[in-house]
């Protein structure tokens, strides 16, 4: 079963950076998307990132296009790596609990929408999540 471990929330203000780690381990297929979203008190769960296994294909949110970038390190052979979420100049509209997320559709496959399909379909997997605030 697929782990994710959050870590790198903390206080930072505007304009700042913080760079999120998600430690996932137990993927078992070659095609998968994993990625971050976010909750902030009294809002739904918005999809922040995501990043796709078989091509690298990257999505973000309007919102946070420009300043966020996404990046994998997840070895094939074994499944196992960290998933990163470099955040640059903060807002304090950023603040919210960051999770983890992920979900895994098969062996390798020449799907060039792992990231919309997981969007749609719905992520399997989720961390505990970590805590960004961003003081203005």
């Known amino acids: 079963e697929v782990q994710l471990v959050e870590s790198g929330g903390g206080l930072v203000q505007t304009g700042g950076s913080l760079r999120l780690s998600c430690v996932a381990s137990?993927?078992?297929?070659?095609?998968?998307?994993i990625g971050w979203f976010r909750q902030a008190p009294g809002k739904e769960r918005e999809g922040v990132s995501c990043?796709?296994?078989?091509?690298?294909?990257?999505?973000?949110?309007?919102s946070v296009k420009g300043r966020f970038t996404i990046s994998s390190d997840i070895a094939k052979n074994t499944g196992t790596g960290t998933v990163y979420l470099q955040m640059n100049s903060l807002e304090p509209e950023d603040t919210a609990f960051y999770y983890c997320?992920?979900?895994?559709?098969?062996?390798?496959?020449?799907?060039?929408?792992?990231?919309?399909?997981?969007?749609?379909?719905?992520?399997?997997?989720w961390g505990k999540g970590t805590l960004v605030t961003v003081s203005s």
């Open positions: 997320a992920a979900v895994e559709f098969g062996p390798s496959t020449l799907n060039q929408r792992l990231c919309q399909e997981a969007y749609y379909f719905g992520m399997d997997y």
């Open positions: 137990g993927f078992t297929f070659d095609d998968y998307a």
């Open positions: 990043i796709s296994s078989n091509y690298g294909n990257t999505y973000y949110a309007d």
